[in-house]
């Protein structure tokens, strides 16, 4: 079964997203549902594979014109854990 993004906000609920690249800390999609904006700061990126979520990421910057087919920058959880090992 082919995976599925989604994007959950408050004002929004769930909109599916489209990956448009992943690098070391981020993982970009466009959103063009959700029209992320100011104040969705936050709100997880969700995967859904096989009819199991896992939430890959959080909100850290969203397109700078609020545009729904702008380039959305989601922390990745992977990387945000092991900031812990620095305490």
């Keep these: 079964m082919r995976a599925g993004l989604f ?9 599916r997203a489209e990956f448009v690249s992943n690098d070391a800390t981020f ?3 466009t959103a ?3 029209e992320l904006c100011y104040g969705d700061s936050g709100s997880p990126l969700v995967i859904e594979q096989g009819g199991h979520f896992r ?5 850290n910057i ?3 014109d609020c545009s ?3 380039h959305n920058r989601f922390a990745r ?3 945000l854990a092991g900031l812990q090992t620095l305490r």
């Design 77 to 79: 959880l992977d990387v």
């Design 55 to 59: 939430v890959l990421g959080v909100l």
């Design 62 to 64: 969203g397109a700078a």
């Design 32 to 34: 063009p549902e959700a």
């Design 7 to 15: 994007v959950v906000t408050r004002s929004r609920g769930v909109s």
């Design 68 to 70: 729904p087919n702008g």
């Design 27 to 29: 993982v970009t999609v």
